[in-house]
């Protein structure tokens, strides 16, 4: 089935300091899902943080950003440099049908510390 | 934003009792879900709602479970009975429309059965 696989954590940057959060994909009952980043703040819900639904482009949100690389099945969240209100859990996941995009397959998460 | 509500925050039930997720989606909405997370695990999908039936479920979706939402109240998850395994974060879902449209989530209510 599909599944996705993402940098483990913890991980702590310091503040300024640029982060990259790992996404890899594997998507065999579509060939080009719907790719999503989500972060859980302390003591909130899950929210969307960015999408992309076209392979080879980039979404961007709050000074993050990931490309839908289709050839190497990544989706990579970036950042240039941190603020210590990004310390959060993020979430990449993958939508198989893109008729119904609340049902989504997740990545383990991966908890982010940043360090004033 | 649009809030999602899931009551209790955390629910401690006897194994084989009947328990009742409840959840409160965002007014509007539609379209509803539950997920599972098992602590050190990935949240799973375990059903989508929509016009009062049972869209697509998952494997996890046991015949234990059952979700309605009657008369536009709370869009609730029931098991009956409980078992161990049913331990887990449930997270319920909304959205106004399957296509483009955002999924609004909620913080989760944490189920243990003893």
């Known amino acids: 089935g599909d599944s996705v696989t993402q940098t483990e954590g913890p991980v702590t940057v310091s503040e300024s300091e640029s982060l990259i959060i790992n996404c890899t994909y594997s998507?065999?009952?579509?060939?080009?899902?719907?790719l999503f980043w989500y972060v859980r703040y302390p003591g909130e819900g899950l929210q969307l943080l960015l999408k992309v639904i076209t392979a080879g482009q980039k979404g961007s949100s709050r000074g993050f950003e990931a490309t839908y690389n289709k050839e190497t099945t990544s989706f990579h969240l970036q950042k240039a440099s941190v603020q210590e209100s990004d310390s959060a859990v993020y979430y990449c996941?993958?939508?198989?049908?893109?008729?119904?995009?609340?049902?989504?397959?997740f990545g383990q998460g991966t908890k982010l510390s940043i360090k004033p | 934003g649009p809030k999602v509500l899931q009551i209790p925050s955390h629910q401690i039930i006897d194994m084989g009792q009947m328990v009742t997720l409840n959840c409160d989606p965002v007014?509007?909405?539609?379209?509803f879900y539950w997920y599972k997370q098992i602590l050190g695990q990935q949240m799973e999908f375990l059903v989508n709602?929509?016009?009062?039936?049972?869209?697509?479920k998952s494997k996890l979706f046991k015949d234990q479970f059952s979700v309605e939402r009657p008369d536009g109240s709370y869009f609730t998850l029931k098991i009956q009975p409980t078992a161990l395994e049913d331990s887990a974060v449930y997270f319920c879902a909304s959205s106004f429309g399957q296509g483009s449209t955002e999924v609004f989530f909620g913080k989760g209510t944490r189920l243990t059965v003893v």
């Open positions: 007014s509007n909405h539609l379209y």
């Open positions: 709602f929509y016009n009062g039936k049972v869209m697509e």
């Open positions: 998507a065999t009952s579509i060939a080009y899902p719907n």
């Open positions: 996941a993958l939508g198989d049908q893109p008729y119904n995009q609340g049902k989504l397959i």
